[in-house]
């Protein structure tokens, strides 16, 4: 990427004016995006560098800023919760998902969680990823192909929990309601020692799961859950913030190891 | 990767007997690993396919993973400190690193979080690291051989605080005792809208930090701590583990932004 | 207190629909409690035992409690932030403030924190609390009567950074914007090996208090921070709460030691 | 309690060294108390003033405080583990338990909540504690006498899951292994509108307690966990300690109404 990118028709920009207020916007010319700060004329940004400081009808200034896999997913068109990015990165870095690794995924929701992998996997890797409902399928096949994933992606409208069609697949990841009923499938679908993980948000969830995994031969059982909390930093008077999201579920590791020999 | 991929000679295997007690050795043949729960010979465990149980001299059974990046790092020849893979994929998700980014590293230590992104931005993408010891340079050096991500990373024995020699960089990581000292030489190695992120083990480093990230024209500022807790889930007893770590240190994100026009 | 207490004229009592809909009132005769579960009429709850169920206008269910210590503080008229009862538990058991101590306070604010000091030495110690701003000072006045407890408290209006009047008292707590500058005041107060308690929302405040400790003579210096944590506790699906107060304050705990001798 | 109290034979002292390093001992003429950082003659210190710094044989100082409540119970003899103070802080704050209440404890082990809860009822409440194993309330009534706390005690080797005897009390506090079995006989013996808590430390109990709670007629039903972090206050290097005790147990909050009329 070079030194000074700018910004070209059709590009996804991100209008920074304050971390809670951002916008994902298309620039297209002639587009206008109105905030109850003023109106920025997507015009005024073609051409222009990122980074660059973008004046509104009302003179606020907005940072043009190109969009991170971060910023695409929180603000993907979604109809369900999605999994926060800290519990993205913790999956990732748990199960050693990168570059080449063939995933599978249960439950693609919107596709918020594929649109991260398949971001991660690029450009030897691909997911696989399972849904049970069309019209969520279908959101999500379009906010990929809008994030230019499409390529990295098998989209299946199929019930995950009825079984995986894959083999030797380096990970499985679910983020579905009743996980413990994927988890034989799972073991089926993983190379021997490939990584599984799982996103609850009910300790109950998680306790079915942790038993059918143990029931599975499954090793390296590991359970946790992440608590993000930003600090307002500033000389003289820094401390936590106020508020916070106490929960937004539990992981469950896992690694498959080979049945005990007779 | 294979269905049923075996251990090779010189593999490097992560002997897997509880959570709390892996060991990572290479697969030579003679060798023996010497725990408290009987002597395993690698012998046993060359040929074999990954996922394998294997016994020790007293019985105990070992199962025989594959290591992943997060157990290479785990296990890593250190002298310092290294940052948790918890934050290392706090940092991956929340600046976007991933294939293809190029990113600056200030404090190599011994190449634990050099190893993490490296492993991530391949295979186009490139590590610029900075260290000014050159033993713990040496020693970073010899873990990312072993690692077999060495293509990936360029070692730089100099002082981040005095300099970067990139620019357009996609990222800068800082891990460094005076992040604030190498702020404005990162914002002239950002490309702008590029992403920043430095980690502290203390709060008057990340005010300081804070400080110089808005006197250098960076927007998006955001400090965490990411706490991870373990839960210990069996039916009828599940309860979070009794002890965690209560803190590793806390991170700071930035972007650049282009200067205001005048 | 007797097996079937019955509501008299006058009493507050604390209408309860669910944990976050509460209304505290007196039982006059004539009044009501419009809520938008309908109208409750006060004369139906007079001469009912507490723990009464008394239907509102549209038969809405409210559980008539009598109001503990906490549900009263949480209801007082107050013009400023209060210390938690998460935090005022904390200051109780970790100082030993209880029956018959003397005890100091700094920052009467509208008496929030006084009135759980005052319940907890009673019938013997007393709370002499220090307020600058004569306002706040008689809202605390008002509230404290309200609650019974003038005879344990002395007012004073006066500023606890200038000096403070009593000798030996058993503990001084602090809830004011630089403790640090009462420091040298709460040494003189103590009896030596007395207790001292300061609540603070940033951490800067805590590292000068925590300084002025230390140059003081205190020992036994401890700092924590307490965090609440609510669990929906529900057969089948039990999982924290979304939210949560992330952050109140830090609570600075120390002794006075005698000097060093010559 | 005077300006300058002094020990007296036979007093009981907190020897201070820092906060994890102190000692409870009885002043007794001749006794010495041998730590690795020397000798202390209890004879240098009867007679001298609270708040004393004294010197061991090689030269340390301790500092001699008046124990509270919390040092007492941190440094009791016991068998089990205990609710620690943090705990025993949001119980009090929670329930409204101070001084005149009668209080119904489950679970004596050996008595240090007994103690708290004595010590804050004092002079007129009264504590009565269920203990099945006699070897438990023995030593408990032991630790109880010590701190000369035995009028407000009245100690019943019973099976709180059997049956109350008290009729009308204001709070009900539990910590045994099945609360749930308890509940019917604390809704008996609660006057309506009284306080019940249990504490636990697994979520199943939480669970199954909160549904014989619901079944039985309480209201204001509440689940917290409380989580104490200790932080490093130093001019330029503050920060959290590195580790904590991530739980110790879930606290059950409730009130008693009455029932619904026909």
Redesign the interface.
């Known amino acids: ?5 700018v910004v070209r028709e059709g590009d996804f920009v991100l209008l ?1 004016l304050d ?1 809670k207020r951002t916008f994902l916007v298309r620039a297209k010319p002639g587009r206008e995006l109105h905030t109850h700060k003023g109106v920025v004329k997507l015009d005024d940004v073609i051409g222009q ?5 973008v004046m509104s009808s009302t003179g606020q ?1 907005f ?4 969009p ?4 695409f997913i929180l603000k993907m068109r979604r109809a369900t919760q999605i999994i926060y ?2 519990d ?9 998902i ?3 690794w ?1 995933v599978v995924e249960g439950g693609t929701g919107t596709g918020a969680l594929t649109a ?1 992998l398949a ?2 996997v ?3 890797g691909r997911i696989y990823t399972y849904e049970v409902r069309p019209e969520f399928l279908k959101v999500a096949e379009e906010n990929i192909a809008r994030l230019g994933l499409s390529d990295f992606v098998e989209f299946k409208l199929a019930d995950i929990t009825e079984g995986i069609d894959e ?2 697949v ?1 990970a499985v990841i679910l983020d579905i309601a009743s996980p413990w009923e994927a988890v034989p499938h799972a073991y089926e679908a993983l ?3 490939g ?1 599984f993980a799982s996103f609850s ?4 969830q ?2 079915k799961t ?2 059918a995994l143990r029931a599975h031969g499954f ?29 937004t579920g ?1 992981i ?1 590791f896992a ?4 049945p ?2 007779a």
Request: overall charge positive; hydrophobic content about 35%.
């Open positions: 990427m070079g030194l000074s990118e920074y971390l560098p990122y980074g660059f400081r200034e940072v043009v800023l190109k991170t896999i971060r910023d990015p800290k993205m990165g913790l999956i990732l870095s748990f199960t050693g990168g570059p080449g063939r991260f971001y991660h690029r450009p030897e083999r030797g380096d190379r021997p020692s990584s948000p009910t300790i109950d998680v306790v942790v038993e090793v390296a059982i590991e359970v946790v859950e992440c608590l993000l909390r930003h600090i307002r930093a500033e000389p003289g008077k820094t401390r936590p913030e106020w508020l916070m999201r106490a929960h539990y469950v690694r498959k190891a080979l005990e020999q």
